[in-house]
């Protein structure tokens, strides 16, 4: 696997369910990012994880909570979704230290909540 | 605030033509870096051109060209000879530092569409 992957690519669920969107990246990057897509709405960053810590989290709400457990992982739990939650969740990585900030991303996963 | 603004929401053009894509951005940082994004059907973002504040050359990279231009705070994209594969959304972006790391500030993008 080279790049930044990102299971599952399509997910359906109700809105009282609870799932996890899994990213991995395979760059040797140190942080992370959570970005949503709407339609017709711009990228909108969610969250920031740098060394695994948490550096940013941009006024989303509790329903979304991201969990980063080393450098190469970052996973998003859902519960309690809203209609209005279905999007294109992407994550991507870079490396700040080594003086380029260029973001990768992967190919996201297609949320619907019914 | 960082802003940037891609006023093109949709672009049509016909094979083998040339387009270019504008992407206008707002700024009080001296240091910041602009980038170029490609996302296809598919969904991935893939990456283009990432362009230092201090690096007003333009750049070209086969059918690809960059134009920096800080006194207008534009840094458009233009392709040559389109293809039908160029179709997509292209994102511009401005790059803010944050505490440890940077954010992306993403315009609205524009829709590419090359008809055979």
């Known amino acids: 696997e080279t790049g930044v992957t990102q299971t599952p690519r399509h997910l359906v669920m109700g809105m009282t369910n609870k799932k996890s969107l899994k990213c991995e990246q395979h760059l040797g990057h140190n942080a992370m990012y959570w970005y949503k897509q709407s339609a017709k709405k711009p990228l909108e960053l969610m969250f920031v994880?740098?060394?695994?810590?948490?550096?940013e989290n941009n006024s989303v709400p509790s329903r979304f909570s991201p969990e980063c457990p080393n450098s190469s992982h970052l996973f998003l739990h859902l519960h309690t979704l809203q209609p209005e939650d279905s999007a294109l969740y992407l994550c991507a990585s870079s490396q700040p230290l080594a003086g380029t900030d260029t973001q990768y991303f992967g190919p996201g996963t297609r949320l619907t909540v019914l | 605030a960082q802003k940037v603004t891609q006023a093109q929401t949709e672009i049509s053009v016909v094979e083998k033509e040339d387009v270019t894509l504008d992407c206008v951005y707002e700024?009080?940082?001296?240091?910041?870096?602009l980038f170029w994004y490609k996302q296809p059907p598919s969904g991935e973002l893939v990456f283009l051109i990432r362009r230092n504040s201090f690096d007003e050359q333009n750049e070209i990279s086969g059918r690809y060209s960059w134009n920096f231009q800080k006194s207008t705070s534009s840094f458009n994209f233009t392709i040559t000879a389109s293809q039908v594969v160029d179709s997509a959304v292209y994102f511009c972006?401005?790059?803010?530092?944050?505490?440890?790391?940077?954010?992306?500030?993403f315009g609205s993008g524009t829709r590419l569409l090359v008809r055979p």
């Open positions: 994880y740098n060394f695994k810590e948490q550096t």
């Open positions: 972006a401005l790059s803010e530092q944050g505490d440890s790391s940077y954010k992306l500030i």
């Open positions: 700024t009080r940082d001296t240091t910041y870096y």
